[in-house]
């Protein structure tokens, strides 16, 4: 056992003498510091006194049964990972143990390895939980907000911006390039506010066709029109008490416009084809890639809707104006998409990296997580390399230093390993030969870098 499950605390509840002392023994063995109560009182006043990290609890004893400690302990918000055992277990037992707050459910009689290994599914449970604690609170101080992440200010202001509006009603305006995370921000604005219980409901203006999007934003009654065969409540009913995110508002037809507006207005719906009317508690959110204030001078979209919209508005800069963002950005998506594809690809080559940081990114964060998406796949290696990125990202690099590194080669495979032997030997230089040095100044691991000098021959 390791280290650091030596030190887990177990309590055992059960009324049996024998099986307390069998457990007690064998859990010992295997490194824990195990205690034991009789019954579910004896157990919560253990449990009052000091912490355990596993409570393993018989189901069927007396003075207090294992579903009443159970509930309990949730209702206490005592910490500890549940699991139940019961000589008289069927899967209602089971169902409703788990639905109480249990992790797992063991019948008796069972064999001594198969409680070892139950806790130990539940100890890797508890690290895996603690490790997402871990990423999670690393994200929060270096910047993030709603599972956005970025350290540019202009992202940082826009943070600023999601936490200050969240939790009014107040209708958002999100304008910015494709890709730029709008949707992100509209999800943000939702699950960081008061209206988190409440339904989150996107819709793509553009993506339906206009005969269909009235119907799907405001519902229709049976016998509305030819395919009407039963009443369909509309996305606004949907998204009653939550929110409703209109993306790519700008391509919304003028007649939906007007009917748009008036339901904004009055907080009420009317399916097509139907009589009555419905109030609807609904905070609207919508998202455009178009500059609306063009689109009102041409006459394409209303002027009063647009300031119905634009009560608060928020403005995502394009990736290619926080430079910054672009390795913290790759590194995320390196990781999500390792995990994701189960492949051992460790960092980003110095190359890579500065590839991807001298490309302008029309396709802006979107196109960046595909190309990382991308290069995952095609790696083999404990580095994801120039090799693994897209001609066009490689096209971009600046000229000058670059290009004298490179040398007069036109193989983009040649040149990236050129570039890479060039920055290597530069903070070897740096460094007066410290490997451990060098890789931090070239943002790989140690290991990457051992890699790099055996593959190019400068041990």
Same mark, same amino acid.
């Given at each position: +056992?390791?280290?650091?499950?030596?030190?887990?605390?177990? =309590?055992?509840?059960?009324?049996? @003498? /024998?099986?307390?002392?069998?457990?007690?023994?064998?859990?010992?063995?295997?490194? %824990? +510091?195990?205690?034991?109560?009789?019954?579910?009182?004896?157990?919560?006043?253990?449990?009052?006194?000091?912490?355990?990290?596993?409570?393993?609890?018989?189901?069927?004893? !007396?003075?207090?049964?294992?579903?009443?400690?159970?509930?309990?302990?949730?209702?206490?918000?005592?910490?500890?990972?549940?699991?139940?055992?019961?000589?008289?277990?069927?899967?209602?037992?089971?169902? $409703?143990?788990?639905?109480?707050?249990?992790?797992?459910?063991?019948?008796?009689?069972?064999?001594?390895? $198969?409680?070892?290994?139950?806790?130990?599914?539940?100890?890797?449970?508890?690290?895996?939980?603690?490790?997402?604690?871990? =990423?999670?609170?690393?994200?929060?101080?270096?910047?993030?907000?709603?599972?956005?992440?970025?350290?540019?200010?202009?992202?940082?202001?826009?943070?600023? #911006?999601?936490?200050?509006?969240?939790?009014?009603?107040?209708?958002?305006?999100?304008?910015?390039?494709?890709?730029?995370?709008?949707?992100?921000?509209?999800?943000?604005?939702? %699950?960081?506010?008061?209206?988190?219980?409440? !339904?989150?409901?996107?819709?793509?203006?553009?993506? *339906?066709?206009?005969?269909?999007?009235?119907?799907?934003?405001?519902?229709?009654?049976?016998?509305?029109?030819?395919?009407?065969?039963?009443?369909?409540?509309?996305?606004?009913?949907?998204?009653?008490?939550?929110? =409703?995110?209109?993306?790519?508002?700008?391509?919304? !037809?003028?007649?939906?416009?007007?009917?748009?507006?008036?339901? #904004?207005?009055?907080?009420?719906?009317?399916?097509?084809?139907?009589?009555?009317?419905?109030?609807?508690?609904?905070?609207?959110?919508?998202?455009?890639?178009?500059?609306? &204030?063009?689109?009102?001078?041409?006459?394409?979209?209303?002027?009063?809707?647009?300031?119905? #919209?634009?009560?608060?508005? *928020?403005?995502?800069?394009?990736?290619?104006?926080?430079?910054?963002?672009? !390795?913290?950005?790759?590194?995320?998506? #390196?990781?999500?998409?390792?995990?994701?594809?189960?492949?051992?690809?460790?960092?980003?080559?110095?190359?890579?990296?500065?590839?991807?940081?001298?490309?302008?990114?029309?396709? /802006?964060?979107?196109?960046?997580?595909?190309?990382? &998406?991308?290069?995952?796949?095609?790696?083999?290696?404990? $580095?994801?390399?120039?090799?693994?990125?897209?001609?066009?990202?490689?096209?971009?690099?600046?000229?000058?230093?670059?290009?004298?590194?490179?040398?007069?080669?036109?193989?983009?495979?040649?040149?990236? @390993?050129?570039?890479?032997?060039? =920055?290597?030997?530069?903070?070897?230089?740096?460094?007066?030969?410290?490997?451990?040095?060098?890789?931090?100044?070239?943002?790989?691991?140690?290991?990457?870098?051992?890699?790099?000098?055996?593959?190019?021959?400068? @041990?």
């Amino acid at each position: +056992m390791k280290k650091s499950e030596a030190k887990k605390r177990i =309590l055992v509840v059960d009324d049996e @003498e /024998n099986l307390r002392h069998m457990l007690s023994v064998v859990l010992k063995k295997q490194g %824990y +510091m195990v205690e034991s109560a009789a019954h579910g009182g004896e157990a919560l006043e253990l449990l009052a006194a000091g912490g355990y990290d596993f409570i393993l609890s018989d189901i069927m004893m !007396p003075v207090m049964d294992g579903r009443a400690l159970l509930g309990e302990i949730s209702r206490l918000g005592i910490g500890g990972t549940v699991i139940m055992m019961s000589a008289y277990g069927d899967i209602e037992t089971a169902l $409703e143990c788990m639905q109480k707050g249990a992790y797992d459910y063991i019948s008796k009689p069972f064999r001594n390895d $198969e409680i070892v290994l139950v806790l130990k599914k539940a100890v890797e449970r508890e690290r895996l939980k603690e490790e997402n604690r871990r =990423l999670k609170e690393e994200l929060r101080l270096e910047g993030s907000c709603g599972g956005i992440i970025s350290r540019s200010p202009a992202m940082l202001e826009v943070f600023s #911006l999601i936490r200050r509006v969240c939790d009014y009603r107040t209708t958002v305006l999100i304008s910015g390039e494709s890709g730029t995370g709008k949707e992100l921000v509209a999800r943000a604005l939702h %699950y960081e506010g008061a209206r988190r219980g409440g !339904p989150f409901v996107a819709i793509n203006c553009a993506a *339906i066709p206009e005969t269909l999007l009235e119907s799907e934003l405001f519902g229709h009654a049976r016998g509305a029109f030819t395919d009407a065969i039963s009443d369909k409540a509309g996305l606004f009913e949907q998204a009653d008490g939550g929110t =409703l995110f209109l993306d790519e508002i700008g391509e919304m !037809p003028l007649s939906l416009q007007v009917k748009l507006l008036r339901v #904004l207005q009055d907080e009420e719906v009317r399916r097509l084809g139907g009589g009555v009317t419905k109030r609807v508690d609904v905070r609207v959110v919508s998202a455009t890639s178009r500059r609306l &204030e063009d689109e009102v001078a041409s006459g394409r979209f209303r002027e009063d809707l647009f300031f119905r #919209l634009n009560v608060f508005a *928020i403005s995502l800069p394009p990736l290619r104006e926080r430079p910054e963002d672009i !390795p913290l950005l790759a590194e995320h998506f #390196l990781q999500r998409y390792c995990r994701r594809f189960v492949k051992g690809v460790e960092s980003l080559s110095p190359g890579a990296m500065a590839a991807m940081s001298a490309y302008p990114w029309p396709g /802006n964060v979107r196109e960046l997580e595909n190309v990382i &998406e991308r290069g995952v796949i095609l790696c083999d290696l404990p $580095e994801l390399g120039v090799a693994q990125l897209p001609e066009r990202v490689l096209a971009s690099r600046s000229r000058g230093d670059e290009l004298l590194m490179v040398g007069e080669s036109l193989s983009i495979k040649q040149s990236g @390993e050129a570039l890479e032997r060039a =920055l290597i030997r530069r903070a070897l230089e740096k460094t007066g030969g410290n490997r451990t040095h060098a890789a931090r100044l070239l943002e790989i691991s140690h290991r990457a870098l051992l890699y790099k000098l055996k593959e190019y021959g400068l @041990e």
